[in-house]
């Protein structure tokens, strides 16, 4: 099953911001450069590039007895079975969730992931089911 990061507007708005900015930069800088254009590059890919790369890309899979997580450039492959507690969290640290409006994960020995699926309730049953059929 596929699920949707829930965006929230604000962050939307500040990647979109950070997105006009770098290209901004890039095109001031091109207008400078004397014929070099590798840090125009650099910033148009780094500044503009991920922010839309994770807002469009930030998706959870349940498949084959494990929760696949994308963002960006960034993957995570958490198996079923590890999985040892999903709970709401409103935390603000780093994870592959575009909402505050949280899952945090906890998996193997104390590790952990934060993530903000749109179908929170559909995710929690899928979870459910899957650890279910991990364990038959």
């Known amino acids: 099953m596929l699920f949707r990061s829930k965006i929230d507007l604000w ?7 950070a997105v ?6 890039a095109f001031a800088t091109l207008q400078r450069a004397s014929g070099a254009a590798l840090l125009p590059v650099i910033i148009i890919a780094i500044g503009a590039v991920l ?6 890309s930030t998706i959870y899979m349940i498949e084959n007895e ?10 995570w492959r958490i198996p079923v079975s590890s ?24 998996y193997g020995t104390g590790q952990s992931i934060l993530i903000s699926p749109a179908d929170r309730q559909g ?14």
């Open 83 to 106: 999985i040892t507690r999903v709970e709401p969290s409103n935390s603000v640290l780093s994870g592959p969730a575009l909402s505050l409006t949280r899952l945090r994960v906890e």
């Open 66 to 75: 494990a929760l696949l997580i994308r963002s960006g450039p960034f993957r």
């Open 123 to 136: 995710f929690l049953r899928a979870i459910a089911s899957a650890k279910s059929a991990s364990t038959t």
């Open 20 to 25: 006009i900015i770098a290209l901004a930069a």
């Open 51 to 56: 922010p839309i790369w994770t807002l469009a």
């Open 11 to 17: 962050l939307a708005i500040v990647l979109i911001g």
